[in-house]
């Protein structure tokens, strides 16, 4: 048995962005991914453009949309208009082309896909690490990335990310044609969704509409949002593909590497608790989780805690605050709707949280005392 590397589970967005690094940097890695086709992925697709800077290929191919303004509206009206800083601050992408991009690429590089292989069992035998296959093919390496998703069952089994898990509920929508949305413009509503909020992403030929629910384990109830959602952006209230999904999210500082071992992406729980983003720490960490383990497996570092330590300051520190807005904003949403989105500064200050120049943060103390202090 050749000994790889660095197996990755997973040829997502940030798995597939780890095998880039990794391979460009002369390792050899193996991308483990369980489906044997690219397969829809009617999730938002939204990112800040600053995500450009972890790749030295241009990313603009993939790129549906160039967002510019987002609409916020209170049950369908109260408009708040915020125009966003900057040239090209926001993209939006389809899911299954971006990841299907960075693979062609980490591939270019030299890594190598392997699919179907579904990852059955993973062990720690001496220095190396050994995945079986369901149908019982064998490999081993020197370090694993877990990437495989919010329903990945190895961070539990080896410590890595939080002891527990917070959920947000989410349906996904994928519509064909533009109804009534305006190009470069994405919509956030608030009001509908029950302790949570609905978007609307537009693509070349599509929209791409979701609804997440932040608090409580309670199921969401998609089909009435969408019902009255749906026809307000010019579509018929039953189109579209759609897709149940429980998506980690960030819920606290906790480990995201062992021995030889790193957890990435929507597997880590890195998933922003407030606004639902998801893309910008799945590259992130991909990008940094090759970082380190480059400099692990050239004996520059005993360990991978500086993949950690560094996740921590660029993302979970900032989530850490975005949690706590969330917790308050989603319990008062009509308050938080008020106070938070109307006040004239707020669509200004979210478009440069969405655009990746803020970070949570640095709004925090402020609007949460606004919050829990002024609610009628």
């Known amino acids: 048995m050749r000994t790889k590397d660095v197996l990755i589970i997973g040829a997502g967005a940030a798995g597939s962005t780890a095998a880039f690094h990794l391979a460009k940097a002369g390792n050899n890695v193996t991308l483990l991914e369980q489906h044997s ?54 993209w939006i992408v389809q899911r299954e082309k971006l990841d299907s991009f960075i693979t062609e690429q980490a591939i270019n590089a030299g890594a190598e896909l392997l699919r179907p292989f579904k990852v059955t069992n993973l062990q720690k035998h001496g220095n190396y690490w050994q995945v079986t296959s369901k149908d ?28 527990k898990q917070h959920y947000a509920f989410t349906t996904s929508v994928r519509l064909e044609g533009r109804g009534n949305i305006e190009k470069g413009t994405t919509k956030f509503e608030f009001g509908l969704v029950h302790h949570g909020f609905a978007w609307a992403f537009p693509l070349a030929k599509g929209v791409n ?18 019902d009255k959602l749906l026809p307000s952006l010019g579509f018929d209230a039953k189109e579209g593909n759609r897709k149940d999904s ?21 597997a880590g729980s890195l998933c922003d608790p407030f606004l639902a983003e998801g893309l910008r720490p799945a590259l992130m960490s991909g990008y940094e989780a090759a970082n380190s383990l480059n400099y692990w497996l050239k004996g520059d570092n005993k360990n991978l805690n500086d993949y950690t330590n560094k996740i921590q300051r660029e993302w979970g520190d900032s989530m850490a605050w975005g949690r706590r807005i969330s917790q308050v904003f989603y319990r008062f949403p009509k308050v938080g709707y008020q106070l938070g989105i109307k006040r004239p500064t707020a669509p200004q200050r979210i478009a440069e949280i969405l655009s990746g120049k803020l970070g949570y943060g640095d709004i925090a103390t402020r609007v949460i005392r606004r919050l829990l202090f002024k609610r009628t």
């Open 209 to 226: 509409v979701g609804i997440g629910s932040f608090i409580g384990q309670q199921a969401l109830n998609s089909d009435a949002v969408l």
């Open 246 to 266: 429980l998506l980690r999210v960030w819920n606290g500082h906790s480990p995201l590497n062992g021995d030889g071992i790193v957890v990435v992406g929507d």
């Open 37 to 90: 086709k690219e397969n829809l992925k009617p999730c938002g697709g939204g990112m800040a453009a600053a995500v450009q800077e972890w790749f030295p290929f241009d990313l603009m191919p993939v790129v549906d949309e160039v967002i510019n303004r987002v609409d916020f509206t209170w049950c369908l009206s109260d408009l708040v208009i915020a125009p966003l800083p900057g040239s090209s601050p926001f």
């Open 136 to 163: 019982g093919q064998q490999l081993e390496a020197k370090a694993v990335v877990i990437a495989d998703g919010s329903r990945s069952p190895w961070p539990e089994m080896f410590g890595l990310g939080p002891k």
